[in-house]
């Protein structure tokens, strides 16, 4: 692309013998502008702005605005924003390229030209979500686990080979690699992007947008990048600009340094803590002051992993020299660093730790303050300080336990039945042999929570143990949070170090997994002569992937989840991840508590979290003496010294030197071939999806809602865990009966996320998971609502209660409460709900990238009036819906409001469409019928 250069910022850059062309930042002046002291992500944005004005989608009415943003407001200008490049995972990724593929198909049909649908900036994809923890505790655990993936995925796998041959531009890191954030932190980001245009090589900021809501971890390395919708995500990868409001930024100010026995984890939820109860959705988050030297470059990454979960849109460490070391140790070329030094030194956007630059917010942490903590047990943001620990876990114990018993009617065997079977058997650990903890748990202080005697377990080796609420029964290193820290990785294996040379084990009834980000951490494992410690407590290497964080945690030790089924117990995973919502890590595990890696081996060693780790033992050494968290915990110059003498360079260059190539099982892949898919209309993994059916060339002009029903009445914090298909199949669900129709086994059904190229096992698995209570339809968990079609209008599935609407032609509506849509970015989460025949949701408010994908699938997203909800306004759910006002976007105009008559109440909704982009989304049917017609011109 060129310019249009209004500001004549286009200029050159001298390094070393080489001569890049950029857009200087400094010749944007008059008129308002302080360019110097603007935030260090908004310098980004303008410079994006410079290089991409076109007077169309980007003016210089638009460079002038954002040069002279006012910190102080909250902007209503929309800009045009062109990420450098899109980053996808398997799970998000295939559906992209599903739909991609189908558009080639759309594009001929209406005459046009297939080739044109092609990735128009670099795009790469990442296959880590898709390995599950079927094999653990034992040395072949890795190999069997990949072997059980491929034999899953075959279809997926072989799909994304074809799509990496017909598209350009598209580039697939392989199974069995690592997790897409860490591999885009240590390898793909460039942090300073080159392009080849017109002769000449141009150097610019490296940006991105994911399909996958962690993508800011790459916000530590001063990268630019947040996760967006997959449909949004192709619209980019077509060339479409991201629109967007000119962001408010919250400056966040760090001094001091960490405490020795406080972690990355421990500063990162003490971060979430203090941005969610600030309320920093849809805000960039920008680090800066004297503390900023003393982050690790990996800490800083730790902390912008985090940002969904305190709802910012980036969480950003400007460049500097922890920058430039972080390159040079994983192994970045010296030409990049100089590069990257000199653009950021040329452009202002280099850190000054005196500087105060213009913020809309501020914050402050010294980060001397940050204890030791954990989260949980069913969110990221309820921080709880380890010493508190055990009184948390009772406190939090009793919701649980006491809730009324749940009819879970069609899914009585969801729960028993939701994990595939593998073969072998999963739980193969038959070695493992430990003293039961009843002795340990019988000192604990008086006050300890018992609701009953604890349940005595044989496990299939012969060890006798007992469990009970609190028993942990899942202790995952997982989740690119941590797994690409190495401090904390490090620390872990330290710890394992001391507790095996103390003589602890691990509990039996853990089940306990390690899932390292890169095959980096395995390598500095084995230069330090660490890994036969963590393989002696059970956490030998499972796979290298997500696993357990994103809900592919496999079944439970057999005996222990037939106890935990037997007597209702309330039982605990602890991981190292980024996600403990409801119902997420395992359908029989209630609780979850996020923690750092070190704390996930030490309550695997405890096997409880009924205990004060500074005040009782974790266990007993094999010389009959209490050994306490104190006697194993590593000190941080004892972490620091491993880190330094096992961690080189040559790691780095070694495993991603062939990245994309993959080992002999996906090259041997049989592909598919041609510039069209060749739809297999037996596939129960790809199918052509439907959005395009009889597609016009021009949009139909929209229509106000009229009889639309209600098909769930949700509350407050309505994940995307909670909406969209994730985890296991239940063998009694409609997407199980589909499967089994099909001819598909009940030991092959798979994931949800495995299958997110076929519609038609994700259309009924929305709003499906186990933990979900609609409230209209009372006494259920799961995915219930009532048909208002029949008599009675009986309680059934929400997927067969769709099906009834569609048929008679009647339209539908959810209603929620607060945070609806927060967690991870699926856009199945929309994608389902359009399907199921949802023409509009009506919450009381909304988490930035869910709002976008309904509206990029052409659903209505409207808000109730301010302090208003369904309650409030007397709505049960049995109303028939009347929304009045949509036309008006067919003059070209958003309307701010809408008129809902529910029944006889009457009320203003608010229209949740933020920019006149979204509007043309919403007018065409969605964002890539919007995109198709575009390129159809």
Known sequence: MTSKNSFGARGTLQVGAKTYEIYRLDAVSGEGADVASLPYALKILLENLLRTEDGGNVTADDIRALAAWDAGGKSDREIAFTPARVILQDFTGV???????????????????????NPLAPVELVIDHSVIVDVFGKPEALERNVEIEYQRNLERYQFLRWGQDAFNDFKVVPPDTGIVHQVNLEHLAR???????????????????????????VNGL?????????????????????????????????????????????????????????RVVGKFVEFYGPGVSAVPLANRATIGNMSPEYGSTISIFPIDDETLRYLELTGRSPEQIELVQAYARAQGLWHDPQAEPRYSELLELDLSTVMPSIAGPKRPQDRVPLSEAKEAFHGALATFIHQPEQKQQGYDNAVAESFPASDPPAYEDSTVHSPSPSDHLAEAPAGGYRSRDPVPVTLADGTECEIDHGSVAIAAITSCTNTSNPAVMLAAALLAKKAVEKGLTRKPWVKTSLAPGSRVVTDYYERAGLTRYLDALGFNLVGYGCTTCIGNSGPLIP??????????????????????????????????????????VAYALAGTMDIDLFREPLGKGRDGRDVFLKDVWPTASEVQAVVESSIVPDMFKAGYADVFA????????????????????????????????????????????????????????????????????????????????????????????????NHEVMIRGTFANVR????????????????????????????????????????????????????????????????LGVHAVIAESYERIHRSN????????????????????????????????????????????????AGDVEFDATVRIETPSEADYYRHGGIMQYVLRNLLR
């Open 191 to 217: 942090v300073v992007f080159t392009r080849e245009e017109n002769g000449a090589t141009v150097a610019y900021p490296d940006t991105c947008v994911g399909t996958d809501s962690h993508t800011p971890m």
């Open 854 to 901: 309904l509206l990029g699938m052409g659903v209505l997203p409207l808000q109730f009036p301010e302090g208003e909800n369904a309650g409030s306004l007397g709505l049960t759910g049995e109303e028939t819906f009347d929304i009045v006002g949509v036309t008006a976007l067919n003059e070209g105009r958003t309307p701010a409001t809408v008129k809902v008559k």
């Open 772 to 835: 979900l209570r609609n409230q209209l339809a009372p006494g259920t968990e799961g995915g219930y609502t009532r048909d208002f079609t029949k008599r009675d209008a009986p309680v059934t599935t929400i997927f067969d209660a769709s099906q009834s609407y569609i048929a008679a032609g009647t339209p539908l509506v959810i209603l929620a409460g607060k945070e609806y849509g927060s967690g991870s970015s699926r856009d199945w989460a929309a994608k389902g709900t359009l399907l």
């Open 559 to 600: 005996e222990v989840s037939e106890a935990v089924r037997a007597h209702d117990l309330s039982v605990v995973s602890v991981l190292s991840g980024n996600r403990n919502f409801e119902g997420r890590i395992h359908a029989e595990v209630k609780m979850n508590y996020l923690m750092s890696p070190p704390l996930v």
């Open 95 to 117: 559906p992209a390229v599903v739909d991609l593929a189908a558009m080639r198909e759309a594009m001929g049909s209406l005459a046009g030209d297939p080739g044109l649908i």
């Open 662 to 757: 993959g080992d002999e099982r996906w090259k041997s892949l049989s592909t598919p071939h041609g510039d069209l898919f060749a739809w297999d209309t037996a596939s129960t993994y790809v199918r052509k999806p439907p959005y395009f059916e009889n597609m016009p060339r021009q949009p139909v002009p929209v229509a106000d809602i009229t009889g639309a029903r209600v098909l769930a009445l949700l509350g407050d914090s309505v994940t995307t865990d909670h909406i969209s298909p994730a985890g296991s199949i239940a063998k009694n669900s409609p997407a199980a009966a589909y499967l089994l129709s099909h001819g598909v086994a009940q030991r092959d059904f798979n994931s949800y996320g495995s299958r997110r190229g």
């Open 222 to 278: 001063g990268v630019v990048a947040w996760g967006v919708g997959g449909i949004e995500a192709e619209a980019a990868m077509l060339g479409q600009p991201v629109s967007m409001l000119i962001p408010q930024v919250l400056g966040f100010k760090l001094t001091g340094k960490l405490p020795e026995g406080s972690t990355a984890t421990d500063l990162v939820l003490t971060i979430t803590e203090m941005l969610r109860r600030h």
